[in-house]
């Protein structure tokens, strides 16, 4: 079946630790995205990519990274500088102009502790 | 002003009630009309999809857009428990190349039986 992937499905981070969320999908979609979602505030664009070896910083990128090397993965890193980092995250990808939508991946839960 | 304003929220209606879920827009250049639901811990999932205004009809669903007041709902007739989730419309402008989408904050909705 065709899809994304996310794991971890919990992740739990220490004070001034680096994390990455793995994002792999196999629905041969060029562009991909990751968002913050919080209570309250709708879903948050982080960064986004249209092609491999390309990717742009969406409306909350301070504090993370992401790459793209392969056209199937977009991992995201939540660095020490991001002061709030609990939040659910969400990863999705689409066709070329996402005229259809987007298909997410089910999400990982960060935690700090 | 946002791009898209959704009602918020949260909604509690009994089982079998007709629940009507609202969004506004800004943009006339929005052409592409999704809403996604999302259960609580999971990814959204892609429940309706349209292009034009009018109505249109998947089971108990209907997705209406009105585009000359800049308006979407989703109707959702003999409201069940399992619509227990959070609702969120999505728009975007479309085109060949690259298209992002644009979310409402998205409606928590509750179907007590």
């Known amino acids: 079946d065709g899809g994304i992937t996310q794991s971890p499905k919990y992740l739990f981070r220490k004070e001034g630790q680096n994390v990455t969320l793995s994002c792999e999908q196999n629905l041969n979609h060029d562009a991909m995205y990751w968002y913050r979602q919080d209570p309250g505030q709708g879903l948050r664009l982080i960064y986004y990519s249209q092609i491999v070896n390309d990717f742009q910083k969406g409306d909350i990128a301070e504090g993370y990274s992401v790459s793209r090397e392969k056209k199937e993965s977009f991992p995201l890193t939540v660095t020490s500088a991001q002061k709030n980092p609990t939040a659910f995250y969400l990863c999705?990808?689409?066709?070329?102009?996402?005229?259809?939508?987007?298909?997410f991946g089910s999400g990982t839960r960060l935690t700090v502790v | 002003q946002k791009e898209v304003e959704q009602d918020p929220g949260p909604l509690s209606v009994p089982e079998g009630a007709i629940v009507s879920l609202n969004c506004t827009y800004s943009n006339s250049a929005f052409q592409y009309f999704m809403w996604y639901r999302q259960y609580s811990r999971k990814g959204p999932e892609l429940l309706m999809y349209?292009?034009?205004?009018g109505n249109k009809e998947d089971g108990r669903f209907t997705a209406q857009v009105d585009k000359s007041s800049k308006y979407i709902s989703l109707f959702i007739r003999d409201s069940q428990p399992s619509d227990s989730a959070t609702y969120l419309c999505a728009v975007n402008a479309g085109g060949t190349s690259y298209g992002k989408l644009t979310f409402g904050q998205g409606t928590i909705l509750t179907v007590h039986p």
């Open positions: 349209t292009y034009s205004s």
């Open positions: 999705a990808s689409s066709n070329p102009g996402a005229r259809y939508g987007y298909t």
